[in-house]
T-cell receptor, first 110, second 116 residues
Framework: EDQVTQSPEALRLQEGESSSLNCSYTVSGLRGLFWYRQDPGKGPEFLFTLYSAGEEKEKERLKATLTKKESFLHITAPKPEDSATYLCAVLFSGNTPLVFGKGTRLSVIA | KAGVTQTPRYLIKTRGQQVTLSCSPISGHRSVSWYQQTPGQGLQFLFEYFSETQRNKGNFPGRFSGRQFSNSRSEMNVSTLELGDSALYLC???????????????FGPGTRLTVL
């Protein structure tokens, strides 16, 4: 069964303290990997799509990278407003729906 | 362009009742997917509709059903509610012209269902 695992489950950072979130997946043919941000009580907000190993995307303080086995979401000099749950989702080959990881809860303390 | 809208935003029901949730996709999007989100299980796929046809279905009991109308709006229905059905129900829309297409899904704000 195709699986997506995110780590750590929770991460607490000081403002300005850069770090990375990890999303690993079973290697059975990745067609696309998606990163979303979710604030409490709201729906996930789309951030990035990555399609092939070596690809990178950036948006403000966030940078997503992809290898053959995992993706990283790098957060540079985070601010308190970056606090949220970050979700990774993978579209595997075949007619399967998106498979989501359980997310990383990020807290950035001023 | 307006985003995905879901109604109602909050619902409180009792066990045994049934409930209908509504989703209006982004204009031009013909694919609508439904997800259940709980703290323990995360986001789990319920079903996807495209052009009024169910294109994919997750591992949920038959009490969960859905449909899509000709204007792409979608509804999902849960009958004989159980306590474990309490969750945030999310709807996502995309262009996704065929199964397996990698088009991005855009989510609505969700409907928070509480079953007492």
């Amino acid at each position: 069964e195709d699986q997506v695992t995110q780590s750590p489950e929770a991460l607490r950072l000081q403002e300005g303290e850069s770090s990375s979130l990890n999303c690993s997946y079973t290697v059975s043919g990745l067609r696309g990997l998606f990163w979303y941000r979710q604030d409490p009580g709201k729906g996930p907000e789309f951030l990035f799509t990555l399609y092939s190993a070596g690809e990178e995307k950036e948006k403000e303080r966030l940078k997503a990278t992809l290898t053959k086995k995992e993706s990283f979401l790098h957060i540079t000099a985070p601010k308190p407003e970056d606090s949220a749950t970050y979700l990774c989702a993978v579209l595997f080959s075949g007619n399967t729906p998106l498979v989501f990881g359980k997310g990383t809860r990020l807290s950035v303390i001023a | 362009k307006a985003g995905v809208t879901q109604t109602p935003r909050y619902l409180i029901k009792t066990r045994g009742q049934q409930v209908t949730l509504s989703c209006s996709p982004i204009s031009g999007h013909r694919s609508v997917s439904w997800y259940q989100q709980t703290p323990g299980q995360g986001l789990q796929f319920l079903f996807e509709y495209f052009s009024e046809t169910q294109r994919n279905k997750g591992n949920f009991p038959g009490r969960f059903s859905g449909r899509q109308f000709s204007n792409s709006r979608s509804e999902m229905n849960v009958s004989t509610l159980e306590l474990g059905d309490s969750a945030l129900y999310l709807c996502a829309s995309s262009t996704r012209p065929r199964q397996g297409a990698t088009d991005t899904q855009y989510f609505g704000p969700g409907t928070r269902l509480t079953v007492l």
